[in-house]
Nanobody, 124 residues
Framework: QVQLVESGGGLVQAGGSLRLSCAAS????????MGWFRQAPGKEREFVAA????????YYADSVKGRFTISRDNAKNTVYLQMNSLKPEDTAVYYC?????????????????WGQGTQVTVSS
């Protein structure tokens, strides 16, 4: 397994930007598809974005497409989520996760390691 630590959350006004980072331990980071998920109060956890091992393919939820960008730096064992044009409905705890399989990267059940989460709050 890999240990994950998120950072970069905070309070931002609507229309603003934040960049989340997720640092992974271990030497096998490049063998994982990496994903970002979020959970708002009273709601189910939902998929946000994912990136394949080499970074050649990315996936996004429709709600964030065109506003969020996922990227990774395998030399730094880090995955990023650049969030632009933030909306109040983006308010949630954001989780980084690692998927060791080649299965559907949008399904949280395929992810075996999760970070502790970082709070993102967007004020209107």
């Amino acid at each position: 397994q890999v240990q994950l630590v998120e950072s970069g959350g905070g309070l931002v006004q609507a229309g603003g930007s934040l960049r989340l980072s997720c640092a992974a331990s271990g030497r096998t980071f490049s063998s994982y598809t990496m994903g970002w998920f979020r959970q708002a109060p009273g709601k189910e956890r939902e998929f946000v974005a994912a990136i394949t091992r080499s970074g050649s393919n990315t996936y996004y939820a429709d709600s964030v497409k065109g506003r969020f960008t996922i990227s990774r730096d395998n030399a730094k064992n880090t995955v990023y989520l650049q969030m632009n044009s933030l909306k109040p409905e983006d308010t949630a705890v954001y989780y980084c996760a690692a998927n060791p399989t080649n299965y559907n990267p949008t399904n949280g059940r395929n992810y075996g390691s999760w970070g502790q989460g970082t709070q993102v709050t967007v004020s209107s």
